[in-house]
């Protein structure tokens, strides 16, 4: 399969622009086409024992959930890690793709993936995504009446504007006179101009009304999930849950003031990797994320809410063998994907 064709279908199952702003995803390294993808390699973490097991498989791009290359690089040299991965990945005709946030924002997405270890439950994003685009053109609509002995002048002079979309206009009846509305969509710049514009007639800038268009919210999308279990469930029984599902022998568990080990657990917020930001402020009994700083852990335990931390990677890493099925499909099997044995968290309990 042509990089570029692999690299299109994998923006079409996550789209990039629901990533968050800071974040730095899509093709990162290419090599020189034409470049024939027959292997996919998923990882978490691209670190050289993973790069090293990458070029032994054959691979010809690997998909790394996060992005190795975050801060620019200003040289690649031998010198440091990170740049040792650029090198290898060049030298051995190696792609190299990342999605990170847009994965954690689509509904079939990580933190899909990590509420199933809640058990049954029905989640929606704490913070929902909004579409990439207006539902029109401009960024604001602009309404006002006008006497039709001025309509003409004034249509006349907004059309002169650059930047104008959507202009109608309807008849009304205001203040017990013949009127005609006007209607019109404008960017950020134009409507600077409009508004100076209609400020010149008084009677026609107190009638004015602006707005402000908002992008529509995406169903099921965004960074988080506030989930409400079926049937509430004690804090001990999700903690085995939670364990069977991330496979893990031992995860860290703060309990909320006034709450104990068999308190009820009905709704519970969850972000993959690291959740302070996220969960910040949400009302649950419980907080599930990879790692959170000591004192919103004591924010959110002074508050009785109980937080389970079960190390950053943990809570994504599961995820790839879910992506690995669904990718194939998508792909119809035209290539082999294969998920790393060599990523682990860096973390361990001794």
């Known amino acids: 399969m042509n990089l570029r064709e692999l690299v299109s279908a994998l923006d079409d199952f996550a789209s990039l622009s629901l990533a968050e702003s800071w974040d730095n995803v899509g093709l990162l390294v290419e ?50 890690w990170k740049e040792r991965l650029v090198v290898r990945a060049l030298e051995n005709r190696i792609g190299i793709y990342s999605p990170h946030t847009a994965y954690d924002a689509i509904p079939h997405g ?39 002995e001025h309509l003409d002048a004034v249509l006349s002079k907004i059309k002169d504007i650059q930047e104008i979309s959507c202009l ?49 919210l995406l169903p099921h999308t965004g960074m988080g999930r506030l989930c409400t279990l079926s049937e509430p469930v004690s804090l001990s029984d999700i903690i085995e849950r939670i364990k069977r599902h991330l496979k893990l022998p031992h995860i860290r568990i703060a309990v909320g003031v006034g709450r104990t080990l068999e308190s009820p657990v009905k709704k519970a917020a969850l972000c993959a990797g690291s959740g302070s930001s996220v969960l910040e402020g949400t009302e649950a009994d419980l907080y599930l994320t990879g790692e959170m700083s000591h004192h919103d852990v004591l924010d959110a335990v002074a508050n009785g809410i109980s937080v389970i931390l079960c190390e950053h990677s943990n809570t994504e890493r599961g995820f790839l063998t879910e992506l690995r099925d669904a990718l194939a499909i998508l792909l119809q099997n035209r290539i082999n994907i294969i998920v790393s044995e060599k990523d682990t968290d860096p973390l361990q309990v001794a």
């Open 31 to 80: 090599p020189s086409p034409p470049h024939t993808v027959n292997t996919l390699f998923l990882t978490n973490d691209l670190t050289e024992e993973v790069m090293k097991e990458a070029v032994q498989k054959k691979a010809d791009l690997i998909l790394s959930y996060h992005p190795p290359i975050f801060t620019p690089l200003k040289r690649v040299t031998w010198k440091t």
């Open 168 to 216: 109608t206009t309807l008849p009304a009846r205001a203040e017990g006179e013949e009127q005609t509305r006007v209607s019109l969509n404008c960017s950020q710049k134009a409507l600077l101009e409009v508004v100076a514009l209609l400020s010149q007639n008084s009677l026609l800038y107190h009638k004015t009304e602006i707005l402000l268009l908002q992008k529509p």
């Open 110 to 148: 990580v933190n899909n993936w990590l509420t199933k270890g809640l058990g049954a439950c029905t989640s929606v994003p704490l913070h929902p995504s909004t579409a990439p685009n207006f539902p029109a053109e401009g960024t604001h609509r602009v309404e006002f009446c006008t006497d039709n």
